[in-house]
């Protein structure tokens, strides 16, 4: 019996390094709002800690988007750093991209602005998306997705998106933000059951009401997600009742359940393995829009 345990163990633990290897180009993402800013005709530099921040600049003045990444393998190879606004990973669209960066280098080998009313003023370099001349419209969540370049095939562990929130201070008035969080990347069971956690940290008058859990991206343009589950707020016209409504979709109907904001999956299947996204929001009657997003992600490998 003791003889069966050991090699049950030494298989398993082969396993798990199998898996490991496999995702040994994965990318995490993480994003600090650095802003420079002029206070008394002396130049000042205010660091914010990661996950969604404000950062509050007067119009005309310069912000400084920090974004950083790693891969696992600590190798230093060329990715594409794109830079999105907007509601969530889903529906966030690029303004601008860079690609050929390394940790090294820290410059593109190539620069595109896709949104008009940035050019000009953007730029990525030394981890920084410097944008210039801050203007009142540049009030958005921005996101930071980093991908592999030259990769065989596609793969949702070779990329990561992370997301902050710049707010002007000459536009300012009391908006409201969510931040989420996910566990850290996990190795499970096949045929087992999985837990994956999501905390929502509420900030000034918001609610943490809706969630939405999703995997991939599942396309090479990195735009499109596979839903899994859903629980959205609705309000009534007539009264102040509020109404939960959850949803699982496809397959995975019959083996997703919510515990609070964190996702519960029975039956774990080989293609269950990849990267879970965790969108945690304000109701949607509260027309906070982007302001009351974020999104997380964490890697799940299957064994």
């Excluded at 007539?238 to 999956?265: C, M």
Aim: hydrophobic share 35%; charged share 20%; proline share 2%.
């Amino acid at each position: 019996m003791m003889k069966f345990l050991f090699v049950s163990v030494v298989a398993f633990a082969t396993l798990i390094a199998n898996a490991e290897a496999k995702s040994e180009n994965r990318i995490k993402v993480k994003t600090i709002v650095s802003v420079l800013y002029l206070l008394f005709g002396e130049l000042k530099t205010k660091m914010f800690s990661q996950f969604n921040e404000i950062t509050v600049p007067a119009e005309g003045e310069n912000a400084f988007l920090y974004c950083e990444y790693s891969i696992a393998s600590g190798a230093d190879l060329p990715v594409t750093v794109t830079w999105k606004v907007g509601d969530g990973p889903r529906y966030a669209t690029s303004i601008y991209e860079c690609t050929g960066y390394t940790n090294s280098a820290k410059t593109c080998s190539t620069e595109q602005v896709f949104d008009p009313a940035y050019e000009g003023r953007i730029k990525f370099e030394q981890n920084y998306l410097f944008l210039a001349s801050v203007q009142a419209s540049d009030n958005r969540n921005y996101w930071c997705q980093v991908a592999l370049e030259g990769s065989s095939e596609q793969s949702d562990e070779e990329f990561d998106m992370k997301s902050i929130v710049l707010e002007v201070v000459y536009n300012y008035y009391d908006k409201n933000l969510v931040t989420g969080n996910v566990q850290e990347d996990s190795v499970q069971q096949l045929g087992k059951e999985m837990v994956l956690h999501c905390d929502c940290f509420e900030m000034t008058s918001t609610w943490c009401e809706d969630v939405y859990w999703y995997k991939g991206p599942t396309d090479p343009d990195n735009s499109n997600y596979e839903l899994i589950y859903s629980r959205w707020t609705s309000h009534s016209a007539v009264s102040p009742e509020t109404f939960k409504h959850y949803q699982a979709y496809g397959d995975w109907e019959y083996r997703t359940v919510l515990s609070g904001n964190s996702l519960i999956v029975t039956t774990l299947k080989a293609s269950d393995a990849g990267r879970y996204w965790c969108e945690v929001r304000t109701a949607g009657y509260r027309n906070d829009g982007e302001w009351g997003t974020d999104a997380r992600s964490t890697v799940v490998e299957i064994v």
